[in-house]
């Protein structure tokens, strides 16, 4: 994929999990406003951006969403659940067109059809809004003033504290509005404007009141709007704009609605006496009944029962819809890397650059100079080290979120009651961990949704709460992320673990378990309790695959589970690679590296002086034959200084694939814990090294490829025997 689509499909799958977030905590928010207008920014934000690839399909079905959004923002129709039950869908089916959009693939019949049939069921509420909208405006008709007396067009702009950030000046804008009109009168609202001593000339904490005069037509002026519109709320009245239009802006603005109306009054945009008539009529207005979306269906049963498609069809859509989702929960986190932090590595690198070039036209370097030389370096690459692994990391929120969705529709069809609660989402830990830690996740909270979740009545008949938590906790411990999957379900019965395992074959009838380890058969693979399977689980997927998973991160699961009181899953993964010990050695003056638990011996030479003068041969430790390598011999004098003296040296006895033998080496260091990283980008010409690290000196040290001493062992002690047959062949 080309770098213009790989950014237009992260930034919709960004845009897209920005509206399914809003419309997931829209009806347990109090400032529903700020979340209905970030919905209504990004599809119309994804709309914009499908438009620059001329995705007709994407543009035109985004339209209708954006259509519907605008009657909720102006108060002409109320978001209630079945609403976000029908804009979720909405959001699923876009999500699909994107995907075929981006792989150039046609839709198929039966996501046209269900293409069509959203379409006509959101401009089915936009109809509805519409014709109350005309009722409200003939009884305020009736009742009031029909418009106000202002001949000025009248901005309402409430600028996002990033402004400044975005690289948009308010003052360029306002420079500009001039040039295509005249600003008749400017209030600013300060309101946002912290003390001082948190104030952040950073951020913009400005609004503005604007009477504008213009010829332009309101198109053109929505047009010139659009530079800012991402980045702030605009409110746009014409000249003698109805006193509904401003009523609705009082009500939308942040600030109070005395005060909003005592700022329309001094800006000019409203007299005393339309301010008054305006909260009055905004007042009888709210004892009015809004649109009430109570006896709509979900969208699935809705589309059926009217008979406008079979539900085989609605059925095959909605699981395309779903593949997506899933796709997006596993693949979709994105990696956000701050300019600053960009910024600083590069200046650390160009530092370096720098002082190398300074150093290498400087001459040779004295060698009482070299060691400050050596450690300056050393200590520069080091903190480019660290910061590069800061820009790979990201927030757990990132994960976590992703999940609300599966809660939202487990309720709606299984049901359910489950709130989810998070803690420690601020964390921040590597991408690469929270890629390969979302299909486990996602395993197991579909896990206690399916088996471990209760339904409210029977939650009720135990005496629990109707509705049921799943708790998701993330916390750093001891250089380990520790992940709990917590749940107050029914919990998991040993017993019922018991007699499962033993008819499957997993244990012995006889074999007395502790309650720990009863609990860890369902790691087990093939163990599971689930009699039939269902869209949740039952999938032919164990939990033995969400441990295998954990434990290629180096990682650990536990289990505790209490009956009728819940279970928690606990995940530990290292942050880390986790370090290993290796023995350093000295060969000349090459430091090399080779993995303690390969290791069964090690001892001076001294004793075997005699019997190890050849780069390669046999010696008999302890009774036992082992050939040997003198690793000296191997190393190429050109890269390396080799040591004539045999006077120092050591003897280690090496087990690799079942093959025992002797490696010599000058000098034994010591024993060091190192965490090894790969070194694929390294070009290591020797087969003798499996790859390079920096020690914590700043020393490079080379770690042996102990397979292919295994094999050079190997070939010469099959030349050898080779010999010693056709010497006894020779000699009958």
């Not at 000019?268 to 269906?297: C, H, M, V, Y």
């Not at 529709?409 to 299984?414: P, R, T, V, Y």
């Not at 010591?670 to 070194?679: F, G, M």
Request: include cysteine; charged fraction near 25%; glycine fraction near 4%.
């Amino acid at each position: 994929m080309n770098h213009p689509k790989e950014t237009y499909k992260q930034e919709c799958n960004d845009l897209l999990l920005i509206m399914e977030d809003a419309l997931l905590t829209v009806q347990s928010e109090p400032n529903k406003k700020k979340l209905i207008n970030d919905l209504f920014r990004a599809v119309h934000t994804l709309k914009g951006a499908s438009n620059l690839f001329s995705y007709k399909q994407v543009v035109s079905f985004a339209n209708h969403i954006e259509n519907l959004l605008e009657c909720i923002r102006n108060n002409s129709l109320r978001l209630d659940e079945n609403l976000v039950s029908i804009l979720l869908s909405s959001t699923d089916h876009l999500r699909l067109l994107v995907k075929r959009a981006i792989d150039e693939e046609e839709l198929e019949q039966d996501v046209k059809q269900l293409n069509s049939l959203l379409k006509n069921s959101l401009d089915h509420f936009i109809c509805d809004a519409s014709n109350i909208q005309q009722v409200d405006k003939q009884s305020a008709t009736d009742a009031h003033p029909s418009s106000v007396s202002s001949h000025y067009w009248h901005f309402s702009i409430r600028f996002e504290t990033n402004t400044f950030k975005q690289n948009v000046d308010p003052l360029e804008f306002f420079d500009y509005l001039n040039s295509i009109g005249t600003i008749v009168h400017i209030t600013s609202i300060y309101d946002l404007l912290p003390d001082l001593n948190q104030f952040d000339p950073l951020q913009c904490y400005l609004g503005f009141e604007i009477d504008f005069e213009t010829k332009l037509a309101r198109q053109e002026l929505e047009h010139v709007f659009e530079a800012i519109n991402q980045i702030s709320y605009i409110a746009m009245l014409p000249p003698r704009a109805s006193i509904s239009h401003y009523s609705q802006i009082i009500k939308s603005l942040p600030e109070d609605d005395t005060r909003i109306g005592e700022l329309l009054v001094s800006s000019g945009a409203l007299t005393r006496k339309e301010l008054e008539d305006t909260l009055r009529f905004q007042s009888e207005k709210q004892s009015t009944p809004i649109t009430d979306n109570s006896n709509i269906q979900p969208l699935g049963q809705l589309l059926v029962e009217q008979k406008l498609v079979h539900p085989e069809i609605i059925s095959a859509a909605l699981d395309k819809q779903a593949k997506i989702k899933e796709i997006e929960i596993i693949d979709s986190v994105s990696l956000r890397i701050a300019p600053a932090k960009l910024d600083s590595l590069v200046l650390q690198i160009e530092e370096l650059m720098v002082y190398w070039s300074v150093n290498q036209r400087s001459g040779q370097i004295e060698l009482d100079q070299f060691d400050n030389f050596s450690e300056s370096v050393t200590k520069q690459i080091i903190q480019i080290r660290n910061q590069a692994k800061q820009l790979n990391t990201t927030y757990v929120k990132e994960v976590f979120s992703r999940f609300k969705r599966l809660i939202y529709e487990s309720n709606h069809k299984h049901n359910k009651n489950i709130v989810l609660k998070t803690e420690g989402e601020e964390i921040r830990i590597s991408k690469s961990i929270l890629d390969k830690i979302c299909d486990p996740l996602l395993h197991l909270i579909r896990n206690a949704i399916a088996h471990g979740i209760e339904s409210s009545e029977e939650r009720l008949k135990k005496g629990k709460n109707s509705q049921a938590i799943i708790i998701l906790k993330a916390r750093r411990v001891k250089g380990e992320i520790q992940i709990e999957i917590q749940d107050d379900g029914k919990g998991i019965s040993e017993s019922e673990i018991m007699s499962r395992a033993i008819k499957i074959g997993i244990i012995d009838k006889s074999v007395n378990l502790t309650s720990s380890e009863i609990l860890n058969l369902i790691f087990e693979p093939g163990f599971t309790t689930c009699q039939e399977a269902t869209n949740l689980s039952g999938r032919g997927v164990g939990l033995d695959v969400v441990r295998n998973n954990i434990r290629e991160l180096h990682g650990s699961i536990k289990v505790f589970s209490e009956e009728n009181r819940g279970t928690i899953f606990q995940i530990s993964i290292p942050l880390e690679k986790p370090e290993a010990p290796y023995l350093l050695v000295n060969v000349g003056e090459s430091l090399l590296l080779t993995q303690q638990e390969s290791i069964l011996d090690s001892f001076p030479g001294t004793a075997y002086k005699n019997s190890i003068t050849d780069a390669q041969g046999y010696i008999n430790h302890n009774k036992e034959i082992y050939p040997y390598l003198r690793l000296s011999n191997l190393l190429p004098p050109a890269q390396f200084s080799n040591s004539t003296s045999k006077e120092t040296e050591y003897i280690i006895i090496i087990s690799k694939g079942g093959i025992n033998f002797a490696i010599i080496v000058n000098k034994i260091i010591n024993l060091i814990d190192i965490c090894l990283a790969h070194t694929s980008s390294l070009e290591l010409e020797y087969l003798l090294f499996d790859s390079i690290t920096v020690l914590d000196t700043g020393s490079i040290a080379y770690v042996l490829n102990l397979n292919n001493l295994k094999q050079i062992v190997l070939d010469f002690t099959e030349d050898d025997s080779k010999n010693k047959s056709n010497n006894l062949l020779r000699a009958l």
